[in-house]
């Protein structure tokens, strides 16, 4: 099934990347950091006030899950359920498509916030491996919060959200494989000189204006 899926994602990106690069390279920003540490919401605000298109990983993943007829949704549900983290061929082409349709119907939507990716090493090697020279990554944004304030904020969240993995079992499994997959990733581009971390823990308000302050600065 990874091969198929492999095989898919190369013979549909050479189009879009020839299309693409005569119009503008798509301009990544990576924003990770734990489950509840606000990566959504933030985002949301940034897509506000500045010209980003917010592609959340996991949002996409999700709605391929519900889309009917996916080939691929009970492989999906399985890996949320569990706290693990899809085969990134799935990801991948779910985030190329996405970046394809929106630079499609606007070529001046080519900034990308990509929120909850790469979440693990075999993420940022398929990144690398099929992206490559096709889109500029800048930098990445690290929301840093502590583990006990990520759980408190999903358990309220679960309370209205609908999501099957804002539980405590699902949660404290998500904690761990994020602490073990995505942190040494976010450690990898801080010895580049490509992270740029906001404390968390604090409030919306106070969060989005280091943000602000991060986003004015890199322009």
Same mark, same amino acid.
């Given at each position: 099934?990874?091969?198929?899926?492999?095989?898919?994602?190369?013979?549909?990106?050479?189009?879009? @990347?020839?299309?693409?690069?005569?119009?503008?390279?798509?301009?990544?920003?990576?924003?990770?950091?734990?489950?509840?540490?606000?990566?959504?919401?933030?985002?949301?605000?940034?897509?506000?006030?500045?010209?980003?298109?917010?592609?959340?990983?996991?949002?996409?993943? &999700?709605?391929?899950?519900?889309?009917?007829?996916?080939?691929? %949704?009970?492989?999906?549900?399985?890996?949320?359920?569990?706290?693990?983290?899809?085969?990134?061929?799935?990801?991948? !082409?779910? @985030? &190329?498509?996405?970046?394809?349709?929106?630079?499609?119907?606007?070529?001046?939507?080519?900034?990308?916030?990509?929120?909850?990716?790469?979440?693990? #090493?075999?993420?940022?090697?398929?990144? !690398?491996?099929?992206?490559?020279?096709?889109? /500029?990554?800048?930098?990445? @944004?690290?929301?840093?919060?502590?583990?006990?304030?990520?759980? /408190? $904020?999903?358990?309220? &969240? %679960?309370?209205?959200?609908?999501?099957?993995? /804002? !539980?405590?079992?699902?949660? #404290?499994? $998500?904690?761990?494989?994020?602490?073990?997959?995505?942190?040494?990733?976010?450690?990898?581009?801080?010895?580049?000189?490509?992270? &740029?971390?906001?404390?968390?823990?604090?409030?919306?308000?106070?969060?989005?204006?280091?943000?602000?302050?991060?986003?004015?600065?890199?322009?």
């Amino acid at each position: 099934m990874i091969g198929l899926l492999s095989g898919y994602v190369s013979q549909r990106v050479p189009s879009l @990347l020839y299309r693409v690069s005569l119009i503008m390279k798509p301009q990544v920003v990576f924003v990770l950091g734990g489950p509840g540490a606000g990566k959504g919401t933030q985002c949301s605000k940034i897509v506000e006030a500045y010209n980003y298109t917010h592609l959340s990983a996991g949002d996409l993943l &999700r709605a391929e899950r519900a889309r009917e007829g996916s080939e691929f %949704g009970q492989l999906i549900a399985s890996y949320i359920k569990e706290g693990k983290i899809v085969p990134v061929e799935i990801t991948i !082409n779910l @985030l &190329r498509k996405a970046m394809e349709e929106t630079i499609e119907n606007d070529e001046k939507k080519f900034r990308f916030l990509i929120d909850g990716f790469p979440r693990n #090493e075999d993420n940022l090697q398929g990144w !690398n491996s099929v992206m490559d020279g096709k889109a /500029d990554v800048k930098f990445v @944004l690290f929301f840093d919060c502590g583990d006990e304030v990520c759980i /408190d $904020r999903c358990l309220e &969240r %679960g309370k209205s959200s609908g999501r099957t993995d /804002d !539980n405590r079992e699902s949660l #404290e499994k $998500r904690i761990q494989t994020y602490l073990q997959s995505t942190r040494p990733i976010i450690e990898q581009y801080e010895k580049l000189g490509k992270v &740029r971390t906001v404390d968390a823990s604090r409030s919306v308000d106070e969060v989005f204006a280091d943000v602000k302050s991060i986003l004015d600065k890199e322009g």
